[in-house]
């Protein structure tokens, strides 16, 4: 049979790419869904070497009960790249969107264009309207400019449904919505990692792989631009022509297609292409200077999101490995010092590398600044390289989304889809109804130790710790919901007082999930935490909060307001607590520095809180994750523990410690529970004694960007403390105002609980007797500097059921009974603000080099 001359051709080119394919060492990424899209247009496209296709032709669903297509002037997008795709547009003169049906969820690139013409009675420059997913807003009140340029968004999703809705709402004055193309391509799950370095504090940040993220900036440092026909995932990559700022000398350097090492890279080409680090900008720096030049990049951002910074990095400079040592900046923090990229590519040149980072806030100014600068370890080679620069925006949009379903019996086998859907979730819905019915009839009895004067409905499935006999009560919830008093709080409610999770509410983020300001009804505020389906933390930890929160109630622990499980939700809600975290109080902030007294009332007020979890029932609780921003401070900087999700119930009595697995935060671990997996109230000693440290030095407990000597702060001023010289490494802003007795016995305290074993370490009891010791002697000055309380630690007697301090207790009536703060109301202002550090164990920082 004859093939006609077309067909021979395609066949031609098919089989030349099919042979191309074979003789690569590896094969191209193929998306499982991608969706090119020609709006308002009747013929397909052809752009980049890819063709969108008429949404006429019904590649997605369009659901528009009243849309215009609309053709521009030819000579109005001439001068455009990829114009054929700006001179048609959909036009929507009420909520509408394009359905699409995936093969796969996941990450996927949704790129929206627009461009703004007159058609017919329509202005589009004049149009306003809002963009949305079924679970994000891409964007609000969104105008296209006037300046006869099109625009460009590109957005990564992590897509959890069998179907993305794109919903176009118009808002108000008769102004329409449109768009002009749209892509929906899946990408590989890994593009976009889970756990990320944060720079400004230094911490981890986990969940990024579920994050909503929009491309600010993707930039081709040193090289041409690349277009989307000469990227793995159609990416555009503009030169670095705009944001490089300095005059520093430079030099552009370039590397041989096809001969990148990318086999024994960390990167691959779906996160750049060959043409990005085959190309580079090299940093110059004249042997006989001293000086440290940088070279610069600038960007102008929205100052109030955070934003995920990828630098791509690949060593095509240099003649032989582990001759190229640079340092990295973001703003005024540092991403990396010293780093050397033969040691990533294991001694080999050419390999392709990156580094995330994320950057909490930008500058006010609304600028982000990016340096490479060399390092100061004198090698062959004084200068640094950047071949290609990723900023991706978190915080995308506010507002809430909306949603325009597509019609029962759409294209695409929609209605068995969506019969499948509301079949399973009409059998989820009967068998929640049966397991309640069924919990409702066997639901045991609490014991009455448990009774509050609340009628709280308890989580399914808890089982309370017997913690001791204490009866506790609780602060009435009153969020505008007419006298509600149980702990489960209604999901609506908590979406309504938080804008529906609005990013800008978030105060801060952890390894369970991120944490909301939430304004009520009735103008009181609350903190809420809302657990990540994909965290590290999860159902147990959510559980251990509630069942310990619940049952304790003392003036320096974070309280418990309630909790949501509703959507299979994770949600707990504490009260507000205004001042936020010891730890931005010390570093990392722009906050007035503490006193020193007020410091020492936090470390006593914290110490109060510990001591009531160690002696405080008949078991002792261990909190296992003490750190400074896990104390909570209030409007009048009163002292709160907080985040009990990793706490355990102590030892029986006749057992000397709990074995389990080893948690909590590096640089506050105890190396002895590190080394044995054995837990006991000790190893939340050794925490609060690098706390200790924190407070006095106000730096962090593990600081990368140090020399080694000097990472880990509890190693370094150890040292200090045993030559007697603490003095010389305390915060300068309170240097002048610490007493040397005060600093003395301070400096004690310290060293016994860093003692390398458990049993050498005080109680927290005798730790907090020393603290209000400390600060006697703050205030009395040299009158007391004849006793030394340190030294008599073992001749103390062994109260370990003291549940008040020795402050409280009057001394002309020291036998009177101790206070007992579980029945004390607790103040209007509590919250749980999340560390930006997600926990992690030692062996990961050990793995990364810091250790």
Request: charged share 20%; proline share 5%.
């Amino acid at each position: 049979m004859e093939l006609t001359r077309p067909l021979a051709l395609r066949l031609l080119l098919a089989l030349s790419v099919a042979t191309w394919g074979f003789g690569t060492c590896r094969a191209a990424f193929t998306p499982a869904d991608n969706y090119l899209i020609n709006c308002g247009s009747t013929i397909n496209a052809a752009v980049d070497g890819r063709v969108f296709v008429a949404d006429s032709s019904g590649p997605a669903i369009l659901t528009s009960p009243n849309s215009t297509a609309a053709t521009a002037s030819p000579n109005a997008v001439s001068g455009f790249d990829d114009a054929m795709l700006y001179q048609t547009a959909r036009i929507f003169a009420s909520p509408s969107s394009y359905a699409f049906r995936l093969k796969s969820r996941g990450r996927h690139f949704v790129r929206l264009r627009f461009f703004a013409f007159k058609y017919q009675g329509y202005d589009l420059t004049t149009a306003a309207f809002k963009v949305s997913t079924q679970d994000v807003v891409l964007l609000d009140n969104f105008t296209a400019p006037s300046t006869s340029s099109p625009v460009f968004k590109e957005y990564s999703l992590n897509v959890t449904k069998d179907m993305l809705i794109l919903t176009f709402v118009p808002l108000g004055n008769g102004t329409p919505a449109f768009v002009n193309a749209i892509e929906v391509i899946s990408v590989p799950d890994d593009l976009i990692t889970d756990s990320v370095q944060i720079v400004d504090p230094v911490g981890q940040y986990l969940g990024m792989s579920v994050q909503p993220l929009q491309t600010f900036f993707r930039i081709n440092v040193g090289g041409p631009k690349v277009t989307p026909d000469n990227d793995t995932l159609w990416r555009t990559w503009d030169t670095d022509q705009s944001s490089f700022v300095n005059s520093t000398a430079t030099e552009l350097a370039t590397f041989p297609p096809g001969n990148l090492n990318f086999q024994n890279g960390l990167a691959t080409e779906e996160d750049a292409p060959d043409s990005v680090y085959g190309t580079a900008r090299q940093l110059l720096v004249p042997n006989n200077t001293s000086s440290m030049p940088n070279m610069t990049w600038e960007f102008d951002v929205d100052a109030r999101s955070s934003y995920l910074i990828r630098f791509h990095f690949c060593d095509i400079v240099s003649k032989a490995p582990y001759q190229l040592l640079f340092d990295v900046y973001v703003d005024s923090w540092s991403v990396v010092k010293d780093l050397d990229l033969s040691d990533k590519g294991l001694g080999s040149l050419a390999v392709p590398y990156y580094i995330d980072a994320l950057l909490p806030s930008s500058d006010p100014s609304g600028k982000l600044s990016v340096k490479i600068g060399p390092s100061a370890i004198n090698i062959t080679a004084r200068d640094g390289i950047l071949n290609g620069l990723e900023i991706m925006k978190m915080n995308i949009s506010t507002g809430s989304v909306v949603v325009v379903p597509p019609p029962a019996g759409a294209k695409s086998h929609l209605g068995v889809i969506l019969g499948s859907v509301l079949g399973v979730v009409a059998a989820v819905i009967i068998g929640i109804v049966i397991c309640f019915l069924f919990r409702r009839k066997k639901k045991p009895q609490r014991p009455p130790t448990r009774r509050t004067s609340s009628s709280w409905t308890p989580l399914n499935g808890l089982s309370f710790l017997t913690t001791g006999s204490r009866t506790t009560t609780r602060t009435t919830l009153t969020s505008g919901t007419s006298g509600d008093t149980s702990y489960r709080i209604p999901f609506v409610v908590l979406q309504d007082a938080t804008n529906h999770f609005d990013e800008q509410m978030v105060i801060g983020v952890g390894g369970f999930g991120k944490v909301y300001k939430a304004v009520m009804q009735d103008g009181s505020k609350l903190a809420v935490k809302r657990g990540n389906q994909k965290s590290h933390q999860g159902l147990r930890e959510f559980r251990t909060e509630i069942e310990l929160l619940s049952g304790l109630r003392h003036r320096h622990l974070v309280s418990l307001i309630g909790y949501c499980d509703e959507h299979n939700e994770m949600i707990l809600v504490y009260e507000y607590m205004e001042k936020g975290t010891l730890k931005s109080h010390l570093y990392g902030s722009d906050m007035p520095p503490l006193s020193w007294k007020k410091r020492l009332e936090i470390c006593i007020g914290a110490a109060r809180g510990l001591h009531y979890l160690h002696t405080g029932f008949a078991k002792s609780i261990i909190h296992r994750d003490v750190k400074s921003a896990n104390i909570l401070l209030d409007e009048n900087l009163l002292a709160k523990v907080s985040d009990f999700g990793l706490s355990k119930v102590g030892p029986e009595f006749d057992q000397t410690h709990v074995s389990t697995a080893v948690k909590g935060s590096f640089g506050y671990l105890d190396p002895e529970y590190f080394r044995r997996q054995k837990l006991t109230d000790k190893s939340d000693v050794y925490s609060f004694g690098v706390v200790l440290l924190e407070v006095i030095c106000a730096r962090p407990v593990i600081d990368p960007t140090l020399p080694r000597d000097m990472i880990n702060l509890a190693e370094w001023a150890i040292k200090w403390q045993k030559r007697g010289e603490l003095d010389q490494i305390i915060d300068q802003r309170i240097a002048g105002t610490v007493r040397p007795e005060a600093l003395r016995k301070f400096g004690e305290t310290v060293e016994k609980c860093l003692a390398e074993y458990g049993v050498e370490r005080p109680t927290m009891g005798d730790v907090l007797w020393n603290l209000e010791f400390v600060l006697q002697l703050q205030e009395a000055g040299p009158d007391m500097s004849n006793i030394d309380s340190m030294n008599q630690i073992s001749e103390l007697p062994s109260n370990d059921r003291r549940v008040v301090s020795s402050l409280e207790l009057s001394t002309a009536d020291a036998s009177r009974t101790p206070i007992d703060y579980s029945d004390m109301s607790t103040s209007n202002a509590f919250s749980q603000l999340v560390n930006a550090e997600g926990r992690h164990h030692q062996e990961r920082a050990t793995k990364n080099g810091i250790a």
